[in-house]
């Protein structure tokens, strides 16, 4: 009997004692609550990734919304904004012509003004030179009968 039988016998009884205090199925229970835990792990992760996901989409989807809202605001103002600009044009060239109006008109009446400023002034001059030349060139019984002729002919008109 040498060295190796005995190390045989030491082993199978260490074999032995291990099976008799059931340290295999410890052993198999500890494998298997860690299986267990790491099963439970990866469903967790599997649920939470899902999760993810599902908030991922969503969070996609409202901004998809958000830009789309967006956009259809920016053509809103857009649109808005060349309607202000055409209603202002509108209200200038509106503006001008009226001002291009009431200053034609105001020339107009200018003009009329002068004119008969000017007629005025002549017909006074005339009167007063035909009253100088009518003087120069009648006597005092024609400019009688001719201050006569004219009193008629303003009450004929006046009646």
Do not use: C, H
């Not at 009884?13 to 008799?20: D, E, K, N, R, T």
């Amino acid at each position: 009997m040498d060295a190796t039988f005995w190390a045989l016998i030491g082993l199978v009884l260490f074999v032995l004692l291990m099976i008799y205090i059931k340290v295999p199925g410890m052993m198999a229970k500890s494998l298997d609550k860690r299986a267990d835990n790491i099963r439970a792990e990866l469903d967790e992760a599997k649920r939470l990734r899902e999760e993810a996901q599902a908030l991922l989409a969503e969070y996609q989807k409202k901004r998809k919304e958000a830009e789309a809202e967006a956009a259809a605001l920016v053509a809103a103002a857009e649109r808005e904004a060349a309607l202000l600009t055409e209603e202002a044009r509108q209200k200038t060239e509106e503006f001008v012509a009226r001002r291009n109006a009431l200053s034609e008109q105001k020339i107009k009446q200018a003009e009329a003004d002068a004119i008969t400023a000017v007629k005025s002034a002549a017909i006074d001059i005339a009167v007063e030179a035909a009253g100088k030349v009518i003087a120069a060139k009648t006597d005092k019984t024609t400019q009688t009968a001719l201050f006569k002729d004219a009193v008629a002919k303003v009450q004929s008109r006046l009646n």
